[in-house]
Structures are given as C-alpha cells and as structure tokens.
C-alpha cells in the first residue's frame, strides 16, 4: 500500500510509494551535451558576451576583463526589465502590470567543467556571501517585494548554459508559492505560538531517519512529504526568516552544508540535473516570528506529468527515509 | 516590455515575454528514441492477456471479455499509483498527517490499433473516448470513499508519458480533493460571490468579444489560448453551455467535443511538429457528503473544461520556487498561429467551425 502524505505547511497531498520503492539506480539519468567553454558566455575572455558585471571578485585585471573568481551580471535576456514604473491596469475581467523586476546571474566560478559541490568551502562561501550581497542590494529598490535565488543545474532542470551559475530574480509582488507557503506557517502560528519549521526539525532531529547531515548551525533533511524523489530540505536549527540577513559564521557552516549535500546527490545519484530554490521572507516583512528560511534541493529525476499539472499533487516514488539513508550512506571527500 | 499577467480564477501571475517571443519554428520537439514496438505492444487488439482483466469496455456484439473485438478498453494500471481495496485510516505522525494511499488508477485504451497520438483517431472514435470517460467517472462517483477524479492524458516522454506509444489516458480517482483543483473551485466561487456570475461565462464573453485569443468555435464549444498562459501553446476548450460537470454531458454534445477536441489537438500537432503534450479534464468534485455549505453553490460558479498544453519548455527553479511562470510565447500570438494552422476536421461541412 502507497502512503499520501500531507505537507504541514501548504497542506499538499503527496502520495508515497512505500510498496515498491525506487532506489537511486532506478533513474535513468540523460547526460547533457556540453556547450564547450569556447562558445560559453560565462568564461573569462568572453566577459563582453553579458551585460557590465555587478558585483566581482577579483584577483588581477580591470573591471569585465579576466582575473576574476566570481561575477554577477544582469541576466542578458531578462525574464522582467529593471527600468519602468509598475503600472498596474484591468483588461476587461483581467489584470496586468508591467514586466518590472531584476533578473541576475551569479557566476560561481571561472572553471566552466565544476559543479558547485566541486569547489572549496572557501569557493562556496563567496558564492553566499554573493547571494547575501546581491540581496542587499535589491533591497534598497523599494518597488520589489520578494527576491528569489534559485539554480537549475542541467538541461532537464531547464537550464540552458552549462558553467556553473546561480539565478536571482527580484519581483514586485509576493508570488504564489510563496504567500501559500507564509499563510500556511501564520496558521501554525496562530494556533500553535511556535513557528512550524522549528517543530520541524525537532521532530526531524529525534525522528532521524530522514534526516541526511547536520552542523551547528543546520540540519538537511529529506522532507516527510517530499514531492520528488531524493529532495533534501537545508534548514537553520534556530529561528532565522530572512536568508540575507545571515551572519557570517551561519556563512560558513551553509557553505559546509550545501557543498556537502550536493556532493551527496551528485554520488549517490551519478550527477544529475537538480534545481535548488531559497525560500526567503519578504522584503517588507523580514523579523517575522512565524516564518523560517529555507534552502529546497530537488534533484530532476523524474518528468512533471499530467496528473500533478491537474492536482499539484505528486507521486514519490521513493519515500523520503529511503532516499535519506542512501545519501546518508554515499562516501563523499570531505 | 515583458508583461505580467493574472489568472483572474487562481490568482497566478504569470511574465509573458513581449519581446523575442518564440514562434512555433522556434522550439525543439525531442522525439522519443525508444518505442514500444507493435507485437510487443500491451495495448493492441489480440493482446488483451498483457493488462490487468478489464473493467470496461466498448464491444462489438457478440465478442467475449478479455478478448479481440472492443472500439475502447479500460483495464486498471499495471503499476497503480493507488489502490482501489482499503479504508483511508487517516492519522496523526506528530506534526504530520498520513493516510493510506487508497484510490482507483485506471488505464483508457483508446484504440485496438496501433496508432500513437489522439488527433490521428477519427472524430468517431475520439466520441467513443469521451463517452468512456463518462461512462468512468460516473462508475466512479458511486464510490463515497472518493472525492474527485481526474481524467487525463500523457502523450510522449516529456510530458510524463510512457513508452507505450499506442493512444490511451488515465483516470484516477482521489480520496480528497487536491490542491491544485481546489484553488480553481474556490477561486471561482469567490468570483461567484461577488457577482453572482460565473467566471468562465465572464470569459468566455470577454474572450468572443476581444478575439485574439481565440484559436477556433466549433458548436457550442470555444477554444482559445488563456489570457495568463502558463506555457507556450497552452488551449482551453469550454463549453458555452453552463455545467460544472463533465459527465452530464448529453449525447449529442459528446460528439460535438469530440470534434473540438480533434481539432485542437490536430492544430497542436501540424503547428508544433507532433510536439508531447497533456491534457486534463477540470471537472467538479463529487459532491456525496451531505455536509451543509459543502460546495454550495457548485453548480452556478463552476464551469467544467479542458485543458491542453503542449510540452516545450522545461519548468525549472523559479516556476518551482515561485509558482508563477514564464511564457515565452504570447497567447494572443499562439492563437494567431494556431487559428492559421487549418486541419481537415476544420472542413468538414457538418459542423459549424468559426475562426
């Protein structure tokens, strides 16, 4: 017998396949072709292929030249433009605004063949403190409401470039995942006087099997009601709501964490493609008692089909306890 | 500049890139390498023996159960996702909830020739589809432990499909109403309450007027690409007629639906070079609980509906991260390009097809 399994926060239905699990060589995992760092945008020496940087960390050279070990720069083809007013309208029955908002790439490291479990802690960590920096920022620009970093690594996880690289979008409205997800806690909340994610990872602390690593300052988990097979949830052990607000021993110990987890799928699962998304507060409300950020891996081994587009409600073929112990169990260079 | 759009029913913003809007030319259709081939194929005619015993069937008279001699079989999934034998046992796991996974998932075959894609059917045979649809869902609402059922297809890999490329959808029924399908119904009864009229009506009003969405109207149904398209080439096909379910379709509407429905899907096909697809029946839930308040007003706010929506682009970090997509491509440019595409369904002087 299948489990359906319900998500505390969104109230998601998930069902479980406990009958017949998969386990990590049940995938088939597509190998992308590469586009080659001679064609790659994101590769020194091509510097004049994206937009002037925003943010750099540089060794030698002059500004957009080689020399650097890390840039963010506009995205060249933006999904939202960062010039123009909102302009909010009715069409008839329907609403519309402007396409307002920032849309930048992080460009993790020169080396067009690494994946960002492959660098250094101290590689890792100026990846952060990148998030962290180019969050500030976008923060002083008061028609944003929410910003979103998120990375799709290989083609089946949509993204188009290979060399590694992190996405930032700023947006002028909170989205719908997100206002689900907040409503959801706030109810917790109201109830309780307890922020659900911290009940969270005490229950996952002394449940233990889903549980994949941990440090001082996080824990990784494979969620109760996970949606894909293999997802692992990174989550501050305190209460903590807002991602760029971190302090730069939390810096430290979330480069430990995330190198260490992504290391695990990339063993355990044979490298495949994967999206990763922090969920933060909102800019606006960003102390909040019922709220807790949070870092959502989701590693792309199986396809989105017709009966989740009409339900939102997905099928695991691999139980969250399962998937914890076979990372758990992968020998990763540490 | 990129536009921001509202699904006036979710609330579900949608960008609309404006400019460097991708055409139909412009978007890899990926062909699936491997196929199941004919003699190995669990859902040709003579292979009856490969599925589970079947639980219908549209017969030629005189032909027995389980055997050659069927228009349309439905057999239950050979790897159900739920099962159909259980109670629900709902219960607490500290902060979580857990409940059996307890459902039906059955399998519509929707030809005994081997033939992949729905729009190659005669209109002839996609009516006896829907009629087994129906014929489904209305079985289905007998059993109370269910709340919903979902009838949908996967065609082709990227889009969810299997390798069996021989034409057939799903039905599954669920023990609570999901997510997704919930956001719609109370969606639309929040719109109800404050207008007292229905939303789909609203658009579909909205939509005739403004035109440029519109893909085509076959008799009493419409098909138009949505003002906040998720995806590229993304259709809806409605009725005119108000009803929030799809089983109570009358018989002469079926075969009506059967034309809008190949037409769509043929339109996709020749424009998008036989790109996957899904496609997914939004229906009303069954409403056997007798709890007072319990979908009230269903019948007036709610309005059943089809939803197609080929597979080109892959969904990635922020459509997860955020719920709100990027459509490369305008609807208003999709329907344009779909409304030039003519398919022979389209000729066919029986109907009364507008475009």
């Not at chain 2, 979580?96 to 059955?106: L, R, T």
Request: hydrophobic residues 35%; charged residues 25%; glycine residues 6%.
């Amino acid at each position: 017998m299948s489990e359906l399994r319900r998500d505390p926060i969104g109230g998601r239905w998930v069902i479980v396949q406990t009958d017949n699990p998969k386990g990590p060589a049940d995938f088939e995992i597509e190998k992308d072709s590469d586009t080659g760092s001679a064609k790659c945008p994101f590769c020194p020496g091509h510097e004049d292929q994206t937009p002037p940087e925003l943010l750099v960390n540089r060794n030698n050279g002059a500004a957009n030249g080689p020399g650097w070990s890390l840039r963010a720069v506009p995205n060249k083809f933006p999904a939202l433009k960062i010039e123009g007013d909102i302009d909010r309208e009715a069409v008839g029955m329907f609403d519309m605004m402007n396409g307002v908002g920032a849309h930048e790439v992080i460009i993790e490291t020169p080396d067009h063949t690494k994946e960002l479990s492959e660098l250094s802690q101290q590689e890792v960590e100026a990846v952060i403190w990148a998030y962290k920096a180019r969050c500030l920022d976008l923060r002083k620009d008061k028609r944003f409401e929410y910003i979103l970093l998120f990375k799709n690594h290989g083609k089946a996880a949509g993204a188009s470039l290979s060399h590694p690289h992190t996405q930032l979008i700023a947006l002028p409205m909170i989205p719908k995942n997100v206002q689900e997800e907040l409503h959801g806690a706030q109810h917790h909340y109201e109830y309780k006087e307890r922020c659900v994610y911290c009940d969270m990872v005490r229950q996952e602390e002394s449940y233990e099997k889903n549980m994949v690593a941990s440090n001082d300052t996080y824990v990784a988990f494979c969620p109760h009601a996970s949606r894909f097979a293999f997802e692992t949830c990174i989550m501050p052990k305190e209460h903590f709501a807002a991602f760029d607000y971190i302090e730069p021993d939390m810096v430290a110990d979330l480069a430990n964490i995330l190198k260490n987890i992504l290391a695990r799928i990339r063993k355990t699962l044979k490298a495949p493609a994967y999206n990763f998304v922090i969920h933060t507060s909102p800019i606006k409300n960003s102390i909040m008692e019922e709220y807790h950020w949070h870092i959502e891996i989701m590693p792309k081994l199986i396809r989105t089909a017709g009966f989740e587009w009409g339900t939102g409600f997905y099928i695991n073929p691999t139980p969250p306890e399962l998937a914890a112990k076979h990372l758990r169990a992968a020998k990763i260079i540490r | 500049m990129p536009q921001l759009r509202k699904d006036p029913i979710i609330g579900r913003w949608v960008i609309i890139a404006t400019e460097r809007a991708k055409r139909p030319g412009d978007f890899a259709v990926v062909k699936d390498k491997e196929e199941t081939a004919k003699n190995q194929c669990p859902f040709c005619e003579g292979h009856e023996a490969k599925t589970p015993s079947e639980i219908y069937a549209i017969r030629r008279p005189g032909t027995e159960i389980n055997k050659p001699g069927w228009d349309v079989r439905v057999a239950p999934s050979i790897a159900p996702l739920l099962k159909i034998e259980g109670e629900l046992n709902r219960h607490g796991m500290g902060i979580f909830d857990v409940m059996n996974g307890i459902g039906a998932h059955e399998v519509v075959i929707e030809t005994p020739q081997h033939i992949a894609n729905t729009c190659d059917l005669p209109a002839e045979q996609v009516e006896k589809v829907l009629n087994t649809y129906i014929s489904r869902v209305k079985d289905l609402s007998n059993d109370s432990r269910f709340k919903y059922v979902l009838v949908f297809k996967n065609y082709g890999s990227a889009a969810g499909g299997s390798k069996i490329n021989h034409a057939h959808s799903q039905v599954i029924a669920t023990p609570i109403n999901p997510k997704r399908v919930k956001e719609e119904l109370v969606g639309a009864r929040k719109y109800f309450e404050f207008k007292e009229r229905c939303i789909f009506c609203d658009i579909i009003k909205q939509e005739l007027a403004d035109g440029v969405r519109i893909v085509a109207e076959v008799s009493g149904f419409i098909i138009l690409s949505p003002f906040a398209a998720r995806f590229p080439f993304e259709l809806w096909l409605l009725p005119k007629k108000h009803s929030c379910d799809f089983y109570k379709l009358e018989k002469d509407e079926v075969s009506k639906l059967a034309s809008a429905m190949k037409i769509a899907l043929c339109k996709i096909s020749k424009a998008l070079n036989d790109p996957p697809y899904n496609y997914i029946i939004h229906t009303a839930p069954f409403r056997n609980t007798q709890k007072p308040g319990y979908w009230r007003t269903i019948d007036y706010d709610y309005h059943w509906h089809i939803e197609i929506t080929p597979r080109l682009t892959h969904v990635a970090g922020f459509e997860w991260g955020t719920g709100f997509y990027i459509n490369p491509t305008p609807p208003e440019d999709a329907a344009k390009a779909l409304r030039e595409t003519k398919c022979e369904e389209e000729n066919l002087e029986k109907f009364n097809v507008r475009a």
